[in-house]
């Protein structure tokens, strides 16, 4: 059975209502099964949960999400072994983003969302709990436009995608690269070798470079390099540092050396990169993966 009502397709999203808040159960209790009536979104805050929808079962962890339709047909099954606290919102859709895939194609559960996810809905149920009035209040532009960019995040990109790269890597090539991002967080003066990281991935030094060709585009020492260089950028946006301070604390002990090679993979020079930041002008582009770029830790 289906409970969904038309809406209409526009440039933004245009919700009718919504509510929510946060519950606490025990271990094992079950909620369901049930039907939607409308569209909720859940993240799990502690505890795990088996979740089923249609004859599917998926288990859901903290931090991620579960998105259910008008006509779902769902039941939770709650962790056994402690108790699960999750937050939720209801809501209804008049008109959706004119961009997005029809909603028969929507993922049900996302798992591991970014933090941007989870801070957007905490924002999201923040607003909730500040109108007194209940659910029967419009929500707002405001509160669209935030319902629009949380669901955007998780319909634009489906975590299987963000991860199936890092995930399809060889086994080598994520150790070695494990060493790699952490001497450059940790200790990016470190001498790196090829053989020392052949050592942490357990092969040959020729098989890792041809690996690290096919799956990294760079040679291991190469990226050891350019993930000090990603580094540097912030460093030059948002320190008062000179130069050759940034130079020195991004693990290059020649500041011309770091200059030329900055340069010649974001096609200026390290001042020239800050001046058109101070201007309000695009950065240059990224030369690494995006799963290889400094990582985000709150």
């Given at each position: 059975?289906?409970?969904?009502?038309?809406?209409?397709?526009?440039?933004?999203?245009?919700?009718?209502?919504?509510?929510?808040?946060?519950?606490?159960?025990?271990?094992?209790?079950?909620?369901?099964?049930?039907?939607?009536?409308?569209?909720?979104?859940?993240?799990?805050?502690?505890?795990?949960?088996?979740?089923?929808?249609?004859?599917?079962?998926?288990?859901?962890?903290?931090?991620?999400?579960?998105?259910?339709?008008?006509?779902?047909?769902?039941?939770?099954?709650?962790?056994?072994?402690?108790?699960?606290?999750?937050?939720?919102?209801?809501?209804?859709?008049?008109?959706?983003?004119?961009?997005?895939?029809?909603?028969?194609?929507?993922?049900?559960?996302?798992?591991?969302?970014?933090?941007?996810?989870?801070?957007?809905?905490?924002?999201?149920?923040?607003?909730?709990?500040?109108?007194?009035?209940?659910?029967?209040?419009?929500?707002?532009?405001?509160?669209?436009?935030?319902?629009?960019?949380?669901?955007?995040?998780?319909?634009?990109?489906?975590?299987?995608?963000?991860?199936s790269f890092e995930r399809d890597r060889p086994e080598p090539v994520r150790r070695a690269l494990m060493h790699i991002r952490r001497l450059a967080e940790e200790d990016p003066h470190h001498p790196l070798t090829l053989n020392e990281l052949a050592d942490h991935a357990n092969i040959?030094?020729?098989?890792?470079?041809?690996?690290?060709?096919?799956?990294?585009?760079?040679?291991?020492?190469?990226?050891?390099?350019?993930?000090?260089?990603?580094?540097?950028?912030?460093?030059?946006?948002?320190?008062?540092?000179?130069?050759?301070?940034?130079?020195?604390?991004?693990?290059?002990?020649?500041?011309?050396?770091?200059?030329?090679?900055?340069?010649?993979?974001?096609?200026?020079?390290?001042?020239?990169?800050?001046?058109?930041?101070?201007?309000?002008?695009?950065?240059?582009?990224?030369?690494?993966?995006?799963?290889?770029?400094?990582?985000?830790?709150?």
């Open positions: 059975m289906n409970y969904s009502q038309p809406f209409k397709k526009g440039p933004r999203l245009e919700l009718g209502y919504m509510h929510g808040g946060e519950v606490v159960y025990q271990p094992g209790e079950v909620l369901g099964p049930r039907i939607l009536k409308d569209y909720e979104l859940v993240t799990i805050i502690e505890g795990t949960v088996n979740y089923e929808s249609d004859g599917e079962s998926h288990p859901v962890k903290p931090g991620d999400f579960i998105l259910g339709q008008p006509g779902f047909s769902e039941t939770y099954h709650w962790d056994r072994q402690q108790h699960t606290r999750h937050a939720f919102f209801h809501f209804g859709i008049e008109r959706v983003s004119s961009d997005w895939p029809d909603p028969d194609h929507w993922p049900r559960v996302h798992n591991a969302a970014s933090p941007l996810c989870t801070n957007l809905f905490r924002h999201i149920l923040q607003h909730i709990y500040e109108h007194n009035d209940g659910p029967s209040v419009r929500p707002s532009p405001a509160d669209c436009r935030l319902v629009e960019v949380l669901l955007d995040a998780l319909l634009e990109t489906p975590h299987a995608e963000i991860t040959t030094e020729k098989h890792l470079c041809r690996l690290f060709a096919k799956w990294v585009g760079h040679s291991p020492i190469q990226t050891y390099s350019l993930l000090k260089l990603e580094a540097s950028l912030p460093l030059l946006t948002r320190t008062n540092l000179s130069i050759k301070e940034v130079a020195q604390r991004c693990g290059f002990e020649n500041p011309l050396y770091f200059s030329r090679l900055f340069s010649r993979h974001f096609n200026g020079s390290p001042s020239r990169f800050r001046v058109q930041l101070q201007q309000g002008t695009p950065p240059f582009r990224k030369i690494l993966p995006a799963d290889l770029t400094p990582r985000i830790r709150w």
